[in-house]
């Protein structure tokens, strides 16, 4: 039987919008812009069931752009939030960043804290929710989100979508590339002992060097040996 007590802290899966959830698109700013990855929800499911926190972290610079509102925003995320519930899923939370050193709105055009690869949105959410950022993974698209959930501590996964190059810095080095969100999360449930272990040396075309080659295919021994992010980087 679990006991929870206030010193029981969760691990979470920290999970970029734009690209890792949801198809691209260019500033989406209605609900029917953010069409969800097919066969996402069960992976998702069972990592909330197995007791990661799902936590949404997303850049908006289109609120300091002028592009659309929060209003508008709050509206695409209580549907998107709907529309994973009508799946099983329930969003622990979701964090976005609003700020854009080139933005026009008043207040919004700053250097902030927040937005990636800045871990602000991450760190933040670890207060609220009480989360153990070491035992947390961080799911993304771009090296900017991989910087941002290794600045905070946690494993990290890019899910590659052609765009990125080699990382040129530690901190920017995935502990693991999938081909895809659905690798992804198989990846995490394999090394969470979830599932069985898939693929997990695969790495983006382009990248020279290897990313995860000297990952352990055990994926117990593969935690303690990373133990952080930067391990694997070539
Ligand atoms: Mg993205
Ligand atoms: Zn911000």
């Known amino acids: 039987m679990q006991t929870m007590n206030a010193h029981t802290r969760a691990p979470a899966l920290f999970l970029d919008r734009d ?6 698109y260019h500033y989406p700013s209605r609900p ?7 066969g996402i929800a069960a992976p998702l499911a069972e990592l909330r069931a197995a007791g990661f926190r799902l936590v949404v972290v997303t850049n908006q610079s289109g609120i300091a752009r002028g592009y659309f509102t929060e209003a ?25 960043c609003p700020h854009h050193p080139d933005g026009v709105v ?15 949105m991450a760190l933040r959410a670890a207060r609220d929710l009480n989360l153990d950022l070491a ?9 900017d989100d991989i910087e941002a959930g290794a600045r905070a501590g946690c494993l990290t996964v890019l899910v ?31 090394v969470e002992g979830l599932g069985p272990l898939p693929e997990v040396t695969y790495q983006p075309a382009s990248w020279r060097q290897s990313v995860a080659s000297h990952a352990a ?18």
């Not at 029917?32 to 097919?38: A, N, V």
């Not at 925003?73 to 976005?96: K, N, W």
């Not at 700053?110 to 602000?120: A, D, H, L, T, V």
């Not at 055990?218 to 980087?233: F, I, P, S, W, Y």
């Open 32 to 38: 029917e812009h953010l069409r969800l990855y097919p």
């Open 19 to 24: 690209g890792t959830l949801t198809f691209p």
């Open 72 to 96: 508008q925003l709050d509206h695409m995320h209580a549907d998107l939030r709907a529309r994973l519930a009508a799946q099983g899923v329930e969003i622990d939370a979701i964090y976005h």
């Open 106 to 120: 008043a207040g919004l055009a700053i250097r902030c804290e927040c937005r990636k690869p800045q871990p602000g």
């Open 217 to 234: 295919s055990d994926g117990a021994r593969l935690r303690a040996v990373t133990g952080g992010a930067h391990d694997n980087c070539g």
């Open 160 to 190: 590659d979508l052609g765009t990125e190059a080699a990382p040129q810095h530690a901190m920017r080095c995935p502990t693991f590339v999938a081909r895809d969100t659905l690798h992804a999360l198989a990846i995490i449930r394999g």
């Open 135 to 143: 035992r947390s993974w961080f799911v993304g698209d771009i090296l």
